[in-house]
């Protein structure tokens, strides 16, 4: 296992917060219903990551 430490630019885990997005958009039936949870999962907030 390797764990990598650094912010929310990394290309690994922003293909993770896409995924997570879509299937987050699947299960509550699309964007829109989730839509006021969004402000509060922006990437370019995000400082600390650690991507295992």
């Not at 296992?1 to 290309?11: A, E, K, L, Q, V």
């Not at 896409?18 to 989730?34: K, Q, V």
């Amino acid at each position: 296992m390797r764990f990598i430490y650094t912010d929310g630019n990394d290309p690994d885990f922003i293909e993770l917060c896409r995924g997570l997005d879509s299937f987050l958009n699947e299960i509550a039936g699309g964007e829109e219903n989730r839509a006021e949870y969004v402000l509060y999962n922006l990437r370019e907030d995000i400082h600390d990551v650690i991507v295992v």
